[in-house]
Structure formats: C-alpha cells, structure tokens
T-cell receptor, first 115, second 109 residues
C-alpha cells in the first residue's frame, strides 16, 4: 500500500502566482480531507469530500482557495492568487469511513512558501 | 472554550520515565477518540484509538472518561524515540473531527 501521496513536497512561489497541490488517496478510501498546519493555528480542516463530493468547505479561508476531486483517486487544492499568509504545510488525508470516524491516514504534506 | 484542549508542554522527561498527557473535549456527543503522533516536520500518524474501557498497546495506555469529558495517554518506560508531539483527536460520530493543538514531549538520555 503506497499510502496517501502528495505532490509537490515543497513549493516556493511568488505572491500572486497560482499554486496547485495534488493528492492521491489510498485506494478504497472514500473520504478525503485537506488540512493546513501552521505554528500559530495548528491543524485546520479546509475541506473534505465523501465519494468525490464536497461535503463541507466551511474551512476554506476565502475565494482564493478551491478544491476538486474529479475521481476517487485524485484531488487538487488550488490557491489563486497566492499570498504570503498562505505559507503553511498542507496535508491531504484519507479515511475509510465518513468524516474520519475510524481515523485518518495523512500524506507527507506539501510545504508551501509564498514570498 | 476550545473544542479540544491539551497542555502544550513541553514535557521533558528522562529515558525510562512514565509520562501522562490529558486532553479535554467540549462536545458531550463525541463518539470516537484518538491519539496521533507527529514528529518534527512530518505528518501526523495514528498512534491509537481510545475506547471506553481503556486500551493498551505495548508501553502506551489510553483511557476515556466520558463523565468528565477527557482522554488520557500514558507512556511507560519512555524511549528517546518517543520524542514527538502528541495530538488528541475527537470525532462527533459523523462529519466533524477536531484535532487538539498537541503536547510536545522530549525524552532525554
């Protein structure tokens, strides 16, 4: 089992540029979550999907953020335009059960730096 | 009041010591409870689930007190490799999972 796969591992971009983060969940997991982690705010849930359908995006900070899950094996999180305050580690996680009832498996994260 | 609260620490303990962390949660309807471990610059990893009757996994023991709305993690015979941040996680039985801010543990030789 390859686990949850995220790409890229690191991204450095200039303010105003578009950033796309990618995630491949564990095969068979039907829930997918995007989290953001900073020292100040800890782990914040941005959005989650169940069976490829967005269930709750109330954690998405603003319209600059969007997420898609076109199929069961792929999801993207896009920031356009990016700002320095978006700098954080972005984690994708997947779970067998709705909402992570039985726990999550996280990917290794994308460390985003916006300069 | 935060939905899940943890003492941020850090806890500094010598090898071989026993250390305990507590976590409180505000939603009395919470259904599932977990402890995750996060190493520096790594992703959180599920350490163990927490069951009402308490459960043990090697040197780790987790307990749940629904009446007082807290969960605990006990680590016996601490190893250097136990140094990490321990995250308390609570799920409401449906869509909502809340992560605590974590407790940092340093185990020293």
């Amino acid at each position: 089992d390859a686990g949850v796969i995220q790409s890229p591992r690191h991204e450095v971009t200039e303010m105003g540029q578009e950033v796309t983060l990618r995630c491949k969940p564990i095969s068979g997991h039907n829930s997918l979550f995007w989290y953001r982690q900073t020292m100040m705010r800890g782990l914040e849930l941005l959005i989650y999907f169940n069976n490829n359908v967005p269930i709750d995006d109330s954690g998405m900070p603003e319209d600059r953020f969007s997420a898609k899950m076109p199929n069961a094996s792929f999801s993207t999180l896009k920031i356009q335009p990016s700002e320095p305050r978006d700098s954080a580690v972005y984690f994708c996680a997947s779970s067998l059960a709705l909402g992570g009832l039985y726990g999550y498996t996280f990917g290794s994260g994308t460390r985003l730096t916006v300069v | 009041r935060k939905e899940v609260e943890q003492d941020p620490g850090p806890f500094n303990v010598p090898e071989g010591a026993t250390v305990a962390f507590n976590c409180t949660y505000s939603n009395s309807a919470s259904q599932s409870f977990f402890w995750y471990r996060q190493d520096c610059r790594k992703e959180p990893k599920l350490l163990m689930s927490v069951y009402s009757s308490g459960n043990e996994d090697g040197r780790f023991t987790a307990q749940l007190n629904r009446a007082s709305q807290y969960i605990s993690l006990l680590i016996r015979d601490s190893k250097l490799s136990d140094s990490a941040t321990y995250l308390c996680v609570v799920n409401d039985g449906g869509f909502k999972t809340i992560f605590g801010a974590g407790t940092r543990l340093f185990v020293k030789a």
